[in-house]
């Protein structure tokens, strides 16, 4: 079910987005694993019609926050409001409360609007004037940022950044998608309406199936061993939490069930390993200074943890 649910997703979303098929499965492995989505990016990329396609390929609710310095944590969450005629406070829903929240430009808000999102993007719940509102399954937040532009943005906390199942980088097109872009929107941009191709209970359905997919227990014990070697390194400063670890795990199983495996290979680990932990190492003042960037660590790490092999 999973890889014909999964092809009928991306199909959809390739008639708005062109090529990037790598990209569209990272997003749906974010989706099987019911994990958050950091999309980083210059500019014009399509980092937001990505979101918005993927949206509506899913048949989910959905709603956009566009993330400004004076947005406030209640235009995210939602406010308990007194109604003059009833003579009661009545709870008015934020946009987060929702089953799929683009939140654009997440890194223009300030760190008590960013911090918002904590509660909902871990514990799938918003708890407003100490009473708990369950968000609907399944929950998905997309979140875009542009890495270039320093003035006016406030980066994002670890704690944030942490709950963030993938990043992912779009990259520009190739010379010939960019002339297919240019063919395909030659007499119009509008980007076209897409319809659902999936719904929230296939999702959910799909979502358990992931979860049932084999991990052999030396691939997991080398899942385990990559994420400690972060910690271990004399470059990075902060490396992955457990909760990395357990990201890592989950994306790979995803990773296999979109391509039509019900097992788990130790390359399946090594593919996920840059978009699962990149974004969650700190590296050292030492190496920053030498210019290392956290991808090239995670591609040294990965590559000095021996890979389990068949007996």
């Not at 005629?85 to 430009?105: C, H, M, Y």
């Not at 942490?162 to 941009?189: Q, T």
Request: hydrophobic share 40%; with cysteine; net charge negative.
């Amino acid at each position: 079910m999973i890889e014909n649910a999964s092809r009928k997703i991306r199909e959809n979303v390739q008639k708005v987005i062109v090529g990037k098929d790598d990209v569209i499965n990272l997003a749906l492995v974010g989706v099987l694993c019911e994990g958050h989505i950091l999309l980083e990016d210059v500019p014009g990329i399509g980092k937001t019609t990505l979101a918005r396609a993927l949206a509506a390929s899913l048949g989910c609710t959905f709603k956009r926050i566009q993330f400004t310095p004076d947005l406030l944590p209640s235009d995210v969450t939602g406010i308990n409001w007194f109604n003059q005629k009833s003579q009661e406070f009545e709870f008015r829903p934020g946009p987060v409360i929702t089953q799929v929240v683009l939140a654009d430009e997440i890194n223009r808000a300030t760190p008590r609007t960013q911090s918002s999102l904590l509660e909902a993007m871990q514990e799938q719940q918003v708890t407003i004037d100490g009473v708990t509102h369950p968000l609907p399954r399944p929950f998905l937040v997309l979140a875009t940022q542009n890495p270039v532009e320093l003035e006016g943005t406030f980066p994002l906390p670890e704690a944030q950044i942490d709950r963030f199942l993938l990043r992912i980088v779009i990259g520009y097109p190739s010379e010939g998608e960019e002339n297919a872009i240019l063919d395909r929107y030659r007499v119009s941009s509008q980007i076209p309406e897409l319809l659902p191709v999936t719904t929230p209970s296939e999702i959910i359905q799909m979502q358990d199936e992931r979860s049932k997919v084999r991990v052999e227990e030396s691939v997991r014990d080398y899942v385990v061993r990559v994420a400690r070697a972060t910690r271990e390194h004399n470059e990075v400063q902060l490396g992955a939490s457990p909760r990395a670890t357990m990201a890592l795990y989950h994306s790979a199983q995803a990773w296999a069930a979109i391509h039509g495996r019900d097992f788990v290979l130790p390359d399946d680990i090594k593919l996920m390993a840059p978009h699962v932990l990149t974004h969650r190492l700190m590296v050292s003042p030492q190496a920053q200074l030498r210019g290392r960037q956290p991808s090239q660590l995670v591609a040294d790490i990965v590559d000095s943890v021996s890979v389990p092999v068949e007996n």
